[in-house]
């Protein structure tokens, strides 16, 4: 069973900054690109950043120049790097992952969800 676990959420004031971590776990033989999502009350789920597993990143116009998103392939993991945080930045932030559970099955993945608060 492949698991993605998020950590890193809070609350933190205007300007601040928050760093999540995603962790992928479980019987895994490779991973893809990996991203993060956000959702914020009555709003859809937005793509904010993704990184391929050679390193090449895209990011929504909203949050370039302040957010930047990394991986560690050893480690499985992604984080992404939160600074100049805005209110309309306050979200539930979720990780995602396109992993291969064998050289034959490739499979997407979501995160539980961690929640981002940023007071003005």
């Known amino acids: 069973q492949v698991q993605l676990v998020e950590s890193g959420g809070g609350l933190v004031q205007l300007g601040g900054s928050l760093r999540l971590s995603c962790a992928a776990s479980?019987?895994?033989?490779?991973?893809?690109?990996m991203g993060w999502y956000r959702q914020a009350p009555g709003k859809e789920r937005e793509l904010v950043a993704t990184?391929?597993?050679?390193?090449?990143?895209k990011y929504v116009d909203s949050v370039k120049g302040r957010f930047t998103i990394s991986r560690d392939n050893a480690k499985e993991t992604v984080y992404l790097q939160m600074n100049s945080l805005k209110p309309e930045d306050t979200a539930v932030y979720y990780c995602?992952?396109?992993?291969?559970?064998?050289?034959?099955?490739?499979?997407?993945?979501w995160g539980q969800g961690t929640q981002v608060t940023v007071s003005s």
């Open positions: 995602n992952a396109d992993i291969w559970k064998t050289s034959w099955a490739l499979n997407n993945y």
């Open positions: 479980g019987s895994i033989v490779s991973i893809d690109d």
């Open positions: 990184i391929t597993s050679g390193g090449s990143t």
